[in-house]
């Protein structure tokens, strides 16, 4: 096991006893304590370390100070206070089992080794040494995933008395969450998304600590909020045994496709009819998300909102669109104070945010954290940061990519509307769906017609939905959330928003979180301080705490693919010059057929997992009809990737239509990071008996021959741009740039780089199981690489 611990700060001796005074740890007896040395003040630490007795000296039998005695009977005889004594204990304390866990002897070593920031020195301790030791044991993990601070608070150590309270830059779970207040607003937008004249109300549903102190607000903007229509969904879901169609060339130009925003019209509110600070609805708390349970033990507020065309919302469902976004900006401005709410949909009260203190973040991962990113876009008042994790930033790469119709991993045949679909739960009440369903399904049709899975060009539609067009408006630190093996929203997204950050708003502070996960979270990881890290950045961020925190969390922090729980910082991602390398030593024509027979076309098209297994497996010759093949020499030391690599292809099509795809892949045996995390068999406390979650983290594989690192798709026709559509002449070479998804990969000695061109993606793209062949001018073809040794990129 090791644990990456990178939020905690280094704080002078002065400052750790004050704190250590704040929770607790410096009162009166400990202070008395202090005169008789080392081994007195120790044991008056530990005596109030176990929450669930009035006196902690009964637990000292049950733990050891070394091989030959108890912690009982080190204190009985005297003894000096050592590194390794206390090595010992601390491990115990943090949950580690002597000769299970760790040889007793090697204590110290074995705390080094694990990444625990223990304090060092050697010889025998004074007073201060323990104290100093004490301090950086509360900042420590513990084997479940917990500070032990936060470990103690779990099991009871601090008095709920909704007070704030930090230690070490972070929030402490002070705040009682057994009697949260659970209220309804209904806040007023300024779309009309159902064309009724009317400025639309979404429903809003807040936690929050019962305490007449203002609170900072943690906002989710989820559309999954309220609920799914699932089975709607899957009735919805597109046909993609389909082939592909030959488009009318066509030159366009970006202005052609840029959205400019119509002029709207004068909106009627609602008739406000007095003002109350009471609140008439009440809820139970359904789809929450664990970082923000484990911020409302903290002193936060939690709002959720599902937004227009949802359960108790006006208005209809528009996937990403500028008034869906503008629906969850208004949440923000009425928690600043700066909008109106009302306490129901009929009575024209309207209520004030007085339990707010204006400062909000947005949280959230994919449709969560898009929204969160695009809100962001918008400048609106009142944000102050945003976590943004597994965020679209570009709804066209999401369903869309070079003119292609493409599916996100493992969702083939969903798209803006069968979302739309999904999350327009106006349906689940029978009398509102009764009243909208005709609409409802008029609007579906719209939205068919404008996404336009007939050509797949970008179009005004998908630039609409483009926030990268808008980062200039950014004005709030970001922190943004990626799995490098995330084919859902493909790490592009990151990356690009990652960019235009850098380049258009660099006075923003923007963090970066490179994992090896799918599409997952990363809150509950056992190897990263992840959780941490957050307390330190919304501690300062939205109660102004002053915790280094924007130089203490690095730029970015990336998530080792050949070792199990390591984690390094970084300076920057993607500032790599590429090499262009020749795809072969001896090149010649590749040709390759994009057809199967019958029999293996149903097969695959049920099981595309394992039609990409044997497309990777190049001593299996089931496919090798079906794609070209290019290997790199291997390197003699590890290589990492860094940015995006391209593709650059001569290449032409025996049809007068054609797509092409391709893999970046490791070939090489070894063990590797699986992409879907594993239970560590603990749960842990998001505060005392509150909202507990599974110990999560990725492990090793037993060794594989080969690995995916990126993919691509393109049309032939849309070679120039996605707005663009290019002839294509039957047995005609064109040129063509297919930029892959980028990564961060470090790519092992001796291993091969090997990059796989074929057409159909059985996953991602249409399958029309169309007679065509295409052929490589390997000698007038090559791959861009923006690769380095790794040594000279560490923070």
Same mark, same amino acid.
């Given at each position: 096991?090791?644990?990456?611990?990178?939020?905690?700060?280094?704080?002078?001796?002065?400052?750790?006893?004050?704190?250590?005074?704040?929770?607790?740890?410096?009162?009166?007896?400990?202070?008395?304590? /202090?005169?008789?040395?080392?081994?007195?003040?120790?044991?008056?630490?530990?005596?109030?370390?176990?929450?669930?007795?009035?006196?902690?000296?009964?637990?000292?039998?049950?733990?050891?100070?070394?091989?030959?005695?108890?912690?009982?009977?080190?204190?009985?005889?005297?003894?000096?206070?050592?590194?390794?004594?206390?090595?010992?204990?601390?491990?115990?304390?943090?949950?580690?089992?002597?000769?299970?866990?760790?040889?007793?002897?090697?204590?110290?070593?074995?705390?080094?080794?694990?990444?625990?920031?223990?304090?060092?020195?050697?010889?025998?301790?004074?007073?201060?040494? @323990?104290?100093?030791?004490?301090?950086?044991?509360?900042?420590?993990?513990?084997?479940?995933?917990?500070?032990?601070?936060?470990?103690?608070?779990?099991?009871?150590?601090?008095?709920?008395?909704?007070?704030?309270?930090?230690?070490?830059?972070?929030?402490?779970?002070?705040?009682?969450?057994?009697?949260?207040?659970?209220?309804?607003?209904?806040?007023?937008?300024?779309?009309?998304?159902?064309?009724?004249?009317?400025?639309?109300?979404?429903?809003?549903?807040?936690?929050?600590?019962?305490?007449?102190?203002?609170?900072?607000?943690?906002?989710?903007?989820?559309?999954?909020?309220?609920?799914?229509?699932?089975?709607?969904?899957?009735?919805?879901?597109?046909?993609?045994? @389909?082939?592909?169609?030959?488009?009318?060339?066509?030159?366009?130009?970006?202005?052609?496709?840029?959205?400019?925003?119509?002029?709207?019209?004068?909106?009627?509110?609602?008739?406000?009819?007095?003002?109350?600070?009471?609140?008439?609805?009440?809820?139970?708390?359904?789809?929450?998300?664990?970082?923000?349970? /484990?911020?409302?033990?903290?002193?936060?507020?939690?709002?959720?909102?599902?937004?227009?065309?949802?359960?108790?919302?006006?208005?209809?469902?528009?996937?990403?669109?500028?008034?869906?976004?503008?629906?969850?900006?208004?949440?923000?401005?009425?928690?600043?104070?700066?909008?109106?709410?009302?306490?129901?949909?009929?009575?024209?009260?309207?209520?004030?945010?007085?339990?707010?203190?204006?400062?909000?973040?947005?949280?959230?991962?994919?449709?969560?954290?898009?929204?969160?990113?695009?809100?962001?876009?918008?400048?609106?008042?009142?944000?102050?940061?945003?976590?943004?994790?597994?965020?679209?930033?570009?709804?066209?790469?999401?369903?869309?990519?070079?003119?292609?119709?493409?599916?996100?991993?493992?969702?083939?045949?969903?798209?803006?509307?069968?979302?739309?679909?999904?999350?327009?739960?106006?349906?689940?009440?029978?009398?509102?769906?009764?009243?909208?369903?005709?609409?409802?399904?008029?609007?579906?049709?719209?939205?068919?017609?404008?996404?336009?899975?007939?050509?797949?060009?970008?179009?005004? /539609?998908?630039?609409?939905?483009?926030?990268?067009?808008?980062?200039?408006?950014?004005?709030?630190?970001?922190?943004?959330?990626?799995?490098?093996?995330?084919?859902?929203?493909?790490?592009?997204?990151?990356?690009?928003?990652?960019?235009?950050?850098?380049?258009?708003?660099?006075?923003?502070?923007?963090?970066?979180?490179?994992?090896?996960?799918?599409?997952?979270?990363?809150?509950?990881?056992?190897?990263?301080?992840?959780?941490?890290?957050?307390?330190?950045?919304?501690?300062?961020?939205?109660?102004?705490?002053?915790?280094?925190?924007?130089?203490?969390?690095?730029?970015?922090?990336?998530?080792?693919?050949?070792?199990?729980?390591?984690?390094?910082?970084?300076?920057?991602?993607?500032?790599?010059?590429?090499?262009?390398?020749?795809?072969?030593?001896?090149?010649?024509?590749?040709?390759?057929?994009?057809?199967?027979?019958?029999?293996?076309?149903?097969? /695959?098209?049920?099981?595309?997992?394992?039609?990409?297994?044997?497309?990777?497996?190049?001593?299996?010759?089931?496919?090798?009809?079906? #794609?070209?093949?290019?290997?790199?020499?291997?390197?003699?030391?590890?290589? @990492?990737?860094?940015?995006?690599?391209?593709?650059?292809?001569?290449?032409?099509?025996?049809?007068?239509?054609?797509?092409?795809?391709?893999?970046?892949?490791?070939?090489?045996?070894?063990?590797?990071?699986?992409? @879907?995390?594993?239970?560590?068999?603990?749960?842990?406390? #998001?505060?005392?008996?509150?909202?507990?979650?599974?110990?999560?983290?990725?492990?090793?594989?037993?060794?594989?021959?080969?690995?995916?690192?990126?993919?691509?798709?393109?049309?032939?026709?849309?070679?120039?741009?996605?707005?663009?559509?290019?002839?294509?002449?039957?047995?005609?070479?064109?040129?063509?740039?297919?930029?892959?998804?980028?990564?961060?990969?470090?790519?092992?000695?001796?291993?091969?780089?090997?990059?796989?061109?074929?057409?159909?993606?059985?996953?991602?793209?249409?399958?029309?199981?169309?007679?065509?062949?295409?052929?490589?001018?390997?000698?007038?073809?090559?791959?861009?690489?923006?690769?380095?040794?790794?040594?000279?990129?560490?923070?």
């Amino acid at each position: 096991m090791k644990i990456n611990q990178f939020a905690v700060v280094a704080t002078p001796f002065e400052k750790q006893l004050q704190e250590l005074a704040t929770i607790g740890f410096y009162d009166e007896t400990i202070q008395n304590a /202090y005169s008789h040395g080392a081994r007195a003040i120790w044991q008056a630490l530990l005596q109030i370390t176990f929450p669930e007795v009035p006196d902690g000296s009964i637990k000292f039998t049950d733990l050891i100070a070394d091989e030959h005695q108890t912690l009982a009977a080190f204190f009985n005889s005297g003894g000096p206070v050592t590194e390794q004594i206390f090595n010992v204990v601390a491990l115990q304390l943090l949950g580690f089992v002597p000769e299970q866990d760790y040889e007793v002897n090697q204590a110290t070593v074995v705390s080094r080794h694990l990444g625990l920031p223990l304090y060092r020195k050697a010889g025998r301790w004074d007073a201060d040494d @323990v104290l100093t030791a004490w301090y950086h044991l509360l900042t420590s993990h513990t084997k479940y995933g917990l500070q032990f601070i936060d470990d103690l608070a779990s099991r009871g150590y601090f008095l709920k008395n909704n007070v704030p309270l930090f230690f070490n830059g972070k929030a402490m779970a002070t705040f009682d969450t057994t009697n949260l207040i659970k209220e309804v607003v209904y806040v007023e937008t300024d779309v009309d998304t159902d064309a009724d004249g009317q400025c639309d109300l979404i429903r809003i549903e807040i936690m929050r600590p019962d305490t007449r102190r203002k609170l900072p607000v943690l906002f989710t903007a989820s559309p999954y909020y309220q609920g799914l229509n699932e089975q709607a969904n899957d009735a919805k879901i597109h046909d993609v045994n @389909v082939p592909l169609i030959r488009k009318e060339p066509h030159r366009g130009t970006e202005a052609e496709v840029t959205f400019v925003a119509p002029e709207t019209a004068l909106l009627a509110t609602m008739p406000i009819k007095g003002v109350t600070e009471q609140t008439v609805e009440t809820f139970k708390p359904h789809s929450t998300v664990d970082l923000n349970n /484990y911020f409302l033990a903290r002193g936060f507020a939690v709002v959720y909102a599902a937004g227009v065309g949802t359960r108790h919302s006006d208005g209809m469902q528009d996937t990403g669109s500028p008034a869906q976004v503008a629906s969850m900006a208004a949440v923000i401005e009425w928690l600043a104070g700066n909008r109106t709410a009302f306490v129901d949909r009929h009575s024209g009260q309207t209520i004030a945010a007085t339990w707010s203190t204006g400062r909000v973040a947005m949280t959230g991962k994919s449709y969560l954290g898009t929204l969160a990113t695009a809100v962001a876009s918008t400048g609106v008042r009142g944000l102050e940061t945003v976590i943004a994790e597994a965020a679209i930033s570009n709804w066209y790469q999401y369903y869309r990519d070079n003119g292609l119709v493409i599916a996100p991993g493992g969702f083939p045949g969903e798209d803006m509307d069968v979302l739309a679909e999904l999350v327009y739960s106006r349906m689940q009440d029978a009398g509102d769906w009764l009243q909208t369903k005709a609409q409802w399904q008029n609007y579906q049709q719209q939205t068919a017609q404008l996404m336009d899975r007939v050509t797949g060009n970008y179009n005004q /539609y998908w630039d609409a939905r483009n926030y990268l067009k808008q980062v200039k408006n950014i004005k709030v630190d970001m922190i943004l959330v990626h799995g490098l093996n995330d084919w859902n929203v493909k790490p592009r997204h990151v990356y690009q928003l990652w960019q235009a950050l850098q380049q258009q708003n660099p006075t923003i502070a923007a963090k970066l979180y490179l994992h090896q996960g799918q599409h997952v979270y990363i809150n509950n990881n056992r190897s990263l301080d992840f959780a941490d890290q957050m307390n330190l950045w919304l501690s300062h961020k939205l109660y102004g705490v002053d915790n280094q925190a924007a130089t203490q969390l690095a730029p970015v922090t990336w998530q080792d693919n050949t070792q199990a729980e390591t984690w390094h910082t970084l300076t920057n991602w993607g500032n790599t010059a590429p090499e262009s390398l020749p795809l072969m030593p001896n090149p010649h024509e590749m040709h390759f057929e994009d057809w199967q027979i019958d029999e293996d076309f149903v097969k /695959y098209t049920k099981d595309f997992r394992r039609w990409r297994n044997l497309m990777l497996t190049i001593d299996d010759d089931q496919l090798d009809v079906n #794609r070209a093949v290019y290997l790199q020499e291997p390197k003699n030391e590890p290589m @990492v990737i860094d940015g995006e690599v391209t593709l650059h292809l001569r290449i032409k099509s025996s049809s007068n239509v054609g797509m092409v795809s391709a893999m970046l892949v490791d070939y090489g045996l070894a063990s590797r990071l699986g992409a @879907v995390p594993t239970n560590q068999g603990g749960m842990i406390d #998001r505060g005392t008996d509150w909202a507990p979650t599974p110990l999560m983290e990725l492990q090793l594989t037993t060794p594989t021959p080969f690995k995916m690192i990126s993919i691509g798709h393109m049309n032939l026709q849309n070679r120039t741009a996605p707005w663009q559509v290019d002839d294509l002449v039957v047995d005609e070479y064109v040129e063509i740039d297919l930029v892959l998804q980028p990564t961060y990969y470090r790519l092992l000695a001796e291993h091969q780089l090997g990059v796989v061109v074929y057409s159909t993606d059985f996953e991602m793209t249409i399958r029309g199981n169309q007679d065509i062949s295409y052929t490589i001018d390997s000698a007038h073809s090559y791959v861009q690489i923006p690769w380095h040794t790794g040594k000279n990129d560490r923070r």
